[in-house]
């Protein structure tokens, strides 16, 4: 049985880009032509025989000639500009043993003797080296000796700063730096009320007319509101007792809130917290001359001592002027008070409660 056209096997050859298609054909005549064919010797076929394979060969030739061909290689196509930038740079291969050039002695002397250096040129190289080295260690300790003796002149002058700041905080009594916080206590106390105004002008207009009479007074602002007080007191009794004296008054407790103060000093620190108790202590006093006429010895020394705190060379040194004003007035209550007697006039016990107003003032504006 054949096999069919299309399960043949071909084999494709490209030559010179043309395809030459070789196909095994497996015919009738080539089965044929396995088989011996059967001559008869005679001289015309012996000629014709001949004749016949002189075709063959001519014809095989003539199929070697036009299937024949070439091997076309491409031509060197030259490199690419960074290609031959990159060639500059590139190394050659060192050379051989036997390509090196042989060197006679004399070149061989001659390169030995540009190799080597002179002695001068070495000698001034080596002692250029030794002086760089020299200047350079001077240079350093010179300005190692000139920041020594910099800093040892800046601790000095520190030193000495610190000293004179101890010396004149002891003697004239300044303020050391405002770094301190200070805690305002609160003060409890028994006041004599002229009025509660929303309005400061008119809380003004009123305390002018109590002035024209020769009467104490001072406004005090709390929660947005004008209070106007004509006088302090250290008990509720004593309170309603001079309610009745001043007509359009009215006797009541008030408490002034403390709050902590920022950046003060730690005099200015030590007046703000000790200040309550002096209060007291000269309220105590006053309100015994006021309605007792009576005084007591123990309470005018508790007060010397404490008055030490508020002396006026450590308060005209403090930076804080609410502080300033707060103990000037406190001081200037202590030493009115100080003078008191169980006999004193009203006007003297009069000056004394317009500090202490003055005084409570100033401790809420902190």
Not at 89 to 104: H, V
Request: proline content about 2%.
């Amino acid at each position: 049985m054949c096999e069919k056209p299309e399960n043949r096997k071909t084999i494709t050859i490209k030559i010179n880009g043309k395809d030459r298609p070789f196909q095994y054909k497996d015919t009738d005549e080539a089965v044929e032509r396995k088989q011996p064919s059967v001559f008869h010797k005679d001289q015309n076929n012996e000629n014709k025989e001949k004749d016949y394979f002189r075709e063959e060969s001519a014809a095989g030739q003539e199929t070697e000639v036009e299937e024949s061909f070439d091997w076309i290689l491409p031509e060197p196509e030259e490199a690419p500009a960074k290609n031959k930038e990159k060639s500059l740079f590139a190394f050659q291969s060192p050379l051989t043993k036997k390509d090196k050039p042989a060197l006679s002695k004399n070149s061989k002397a001659k390169e030995g003797k540009k190799k080597s250096l002179p002695k001068g040129i070495v000698a001034s190289i080596f002692f250029a080296v030794f002086f760089a080295v020299i200047l350079g260690t001077s240079f350093g300790f010179i300005l190692l000796n000139m920041v020594s003796s910099d800093q040892s002149a800046a601790t000095n002058g520190n030193i000495t700063a610190s000293a004179n700041n101890s010396s004149d905080t002891s003697k004239g009594g300044q303020a050391t730096a405002a770094t301190e916080i200070a805690t305002k206590a609160d003060i409890t106390t028994y006041v004599l009320q002229k009025g509660v105004f929303s309005n400061e002008e008119r809380a003004k207009i009123e305390q002018k007319k109590l002035t024209d009479a020769g009467k104490t007074s001072q406004i005090i602002s709390i929660d947005e509101k004008q209070f106007l007080l004509i006088g302090v007191v250290s008990n509720l009794e004593n309170a309603k007792a001079w309610q009745k004296q001043v007509k359009d008054t009215y006797a009541k407790e008030m408490v002034f809130n403390g709050n902590e103060i920022e950046n003060v000093s730690k005099e200015e620190k030590g007046v703000i917290e000790a200040s309550s108790a002096i209060y007291y202590s000269i309220l105590q006093i006053v309100t015994s001359v006021q309605f007792d006429k009576s005084i007591s010895t123990e309470e005018k020394s508790k007060l010397e001592k404490a008055l030490a705190i508020v002396e006026e060379k450590k308060i005209s040194n403090f930076s804080n002027e609410k502080v300033q004003k707060m103990a000037t007035h406190l001081a200037m209550g202590g030493e009115l008070t100080m003078k008191l007697t169980k006999n004193s006039s009203e006007k003297e016990i009069e000056a004394i409660q317009q500090q202490l107003l003055n005084y409570l003032a100033a401790y809420v504006a902190l």
